[in-house]
């Protein structure tokens, strides 16, 4: 059997990497976010020292990213995999689809913008002034308005029809439909879709 890759997708602050991880424990199966591969190069190339230089390529961060999950379901080792994908980029889709099978999960909330702002004043590492600096911010907000008007720019382009099946979750309050059904939707037997296509 191939691997599978269930994929999260959804605006940025929707709640993909919170689901993503408890979906992952419930499957009892790898998550790798995109987001936490390209502080995974920062954090080796010094983040967390007294010198921090700028944090890797978003470009690079994607080609590592991508290189995982090709190297993981080559393996035949299925995961959960954050990354949103882009229109401007339909050649990162077609990795992922042509190394494992593909499910998708969507998530959406009312306030993704505001909960996006909240985590990156919440994370320790942007708390640093050395890594604000070598950001080129004097102050946690500079960041923060900069991230927002980026992810506004991502989710514009943000694909959200695949060519297999996704299931879509509010994340406003819990989950809905709960995990229970979003794992029973993941695990559910499917027929051998043809080349390209996926079935629901």
């Given amino acids: 059997m191939a691997a599978t890759v269930v994929l999260m997708v959804g605006e940025p602050g929707s709640g993909k990497t919170t689901l993503g991880t408890r979906l992952a424990r419930a499957l009892r199966i790898p998550f790798l976010a995109r987001d936490d591969v390209r502080t995974g190069l920062y954090f080796t190339s010094g983040a967390w020292g007294e010198r921090p230089g700028p944090p890797p390529p978003r470009d690079e961060a994607t080609e590592t990213f991508l290189g995982l999950v090709e190297t993981m379901t080559g393996l035949g080792v299925s995961c959960v995999a954050e990354y949103v994908v882009r229109d401007d980029r339909p050649e990162d889709l077609a990795r992922l689809t042509s190394a494992a099978r593909c499910v998708a999960v969507r998530t959406w909330c009312d306030d993704a913008p505001a909960r996006q702002a909240a985590r990156e004043r919440a994370d ?16 946690i907000d500079e960041h923060v308005a900069q991230a927002a008007a980026h992810m506004a720019a991502v989710s514009a382009r943000m694909t959200t ?34 080349p390209g296509y996926w079935s629901t």
């Avoid at 299931?167 to 995990?179: I, Q, R």
């Fill in 124 to 139: 320790g590492l942007l708390q640093r002034p050395a890594v604000l600096d070598a950001l080129g911010y004097r102050a």
């Fill in 161 to 194: 029809v695949f060519d297999f099946p996704v299931l879509a979750v509010e994340t406003n309050d819990g989950y809905d439909p709960p995990l229970a059904e979003i794992v029973d939707f993941v695990t559910r037997p499917r027929p051998r879709p043809r």
